[in-house]
């Protein structure tokens, strides 16, 4: 009996565990912050803090910078990645919107110096279909860090999701 009561509970777990893998706001931010036109976002992930600023320059232009730091006890850490550590996407309804884009995995090293921020800039232009056909409190936008390091088992990935109006919005 006792077995049968651990198996149904077992299975309970892991219905309850795999009832979040879709959901499509899964990876929220810790942190958001508006100020003078721009949204900072950030959320930390084990020793790495991700952090998104957004500026929009009207409805169809915006402007992202994300960044990584690393907040461990080394004072400088070392990660693998392919040539694009970040990845800024916009999805609806769990696809992304954005045409498609193709990727280099070719192994690149970046050494993260302990508490300062490793940033790259993007831009994302929308066109009139997209604000026409997709509302804009639909549109995620996804940022991720891809990445691998000796001290995390070679396998991180940091992301983070927030929604298009928030950036938009004042």
Same mark, same amino acid.
């Given at each position: ?20 893998? &879709? ?6 931010? *810790? @942190?958001?912050?508006? @100020?003078? &036109? ?35 006890? @080394? ?8 040539? %694009? ?21 070719? %192994? ?28 804009? *409190? ?16 070679? *396998? ?11 950036? @938009?919005?004042?």
């Amino acid at each position: 009996m006792m077995k049968v009561w651990l198996a149904i509970i077992l299975m309970c777990c892991v219905v309850v565990g795999c009832s979040n893998a &879709g959901d499509p706001i899964s990876d929220p931010s *810790d @942190q958001m912050e508006k @100020q003078d &036109g721009s949204l900072t976002a950030t959320r930390q992930v084990g020793n790495y803090v991700l952090q998104l600023v957004a500026t929009s320059e009207g409805e169809q232009l915006i402007h992202f910078r994300p960044s990584i730091k690393y907040v461990g006890e @080394q004072t400088e850490h070392e990660i693998f990645h392919g040539v %694009g550590l970040f990845d800024v996407d916009l999805h609806h309804d769990g696809e992304s919107i954005l045409p498609p884009r193709s990727s280099i995995d070719l %192994g690149v090293t970046t050494v993260l110096k302990a508490n300062e921020w490793y940033t790259k800039e993007y831009q994302i232009q929308l066109t009139q279909e997209q604000l026409r056909d997709i509302p804009m *409190d639909e549109i995620q936008v996804v940022v991720e860090a891809d990445f691998e390091s000796e001290e995390t088992g070679f *396998d991180d990935k940091t992301r983070m999701i927030l929604y298009l109006h928030e950036i @938009q919005s004042d």
